[in-house]
Each structure stands twice: as structure tokens, then as C-alpha cells.
Nanobody, 122 residues
């Protein structure tokens, strides 16, 4: 699976931006997708997830401001970000998991996009 994230940029506080992540492969609709972010000197943190069935969940820090969505026909997941704050500044990564099989067992394998930089100026 290859993930290509884009849409980052420089935005003023209070502004908005939409990130996109295009996935390769024919099974996109069957798997959960997520967005993570990593600020300088910080650990990568989960921002939002969307299940294959469409249900979503958000970190408390972005709840009410960010919306994750997916277009299965385009193999794309989006992150609409409104009311942006300087603390949202980070590199944003899209993520998914796929099983890989070893003998009689299967394990989750993580796949990451290359990251797209969001900078929110105050």
C-alpha cells in the first residue's frame, strides 16, 4: 500500500485547510484510515480515524474543529481542519494497517504517508 498525503501549507490562526491522502490498491474501502501528526520535539499523536464503515473518532484537542472523511471511489481520505490554532502546527501523516500473513498467523502492518507540513501562524 502506498499513501500520498498532500495539502499542507501556511495558514493564519483561525483559518482552515483540507489535507488529502490518496491510497494505492483496490481494497481501500475495506480498511480503517487515520491521520496522525508530529510537532517538533514531540511524539507522533493520533488526530482522527475513520473506520471502513464510516464511523469516526477524534483526539480531544481537535474535536469540533477537524473532520475526517473518505471517498472510497477515489481511494482518498481527507482531513478538513477549521479554526486552526498555532498548536496545530505539525507534520501530518496518513496511516492505515494491512494484515500480513506468516504461516498460520496474521499480523497488522503499518503503512504511512510521507507527511505534509502544516504551519499555523499567530
Amino acid at each position: 500500500v502506498q499513501l500520498q498525503a498532500f495539502g499542507g501549507g501556511l495558514v493564519q490562526a483561525g483559518g482552515y485547510l483540507r489535507l488529502s491522502c490518496a491510497a494505492s490498491g483496490s481494497t481501500f474501502s475495506s480498511y480503517d484510515m487515520g491521520w496522525y501528526r508530529q510537532a517538533p520535539g514531540q511524539q507522533r499523536e493520533l488526530v482522527a480515524t475513520i473506520r471502513s464503515g464510516g464511523s469516526s473518532a477524534y483526539a480531544d484537542s481537535v474535536k469540533g474543529r477537524f473532520t475526517i472523511s473518505r471517498d472510497n471511489a477515489k481511494n482518498t481520505v481527507y482531513l478538513q481542519m477549521n479554526s486552526l490554532k498555532p498548536e496545530d502546527t505539525a507534520v501530518y501523516y496518513c496511516h492505515t494497517q494491512r494484515p500480513y500473513y506468516k504461516g498460520a498467523f496474521h499480523y497488522p502492518r503499518d503503512y504511512w504517508g510521507q507527511g505534509t507540513q502544516l504551519t499555523v501562524s499567530s
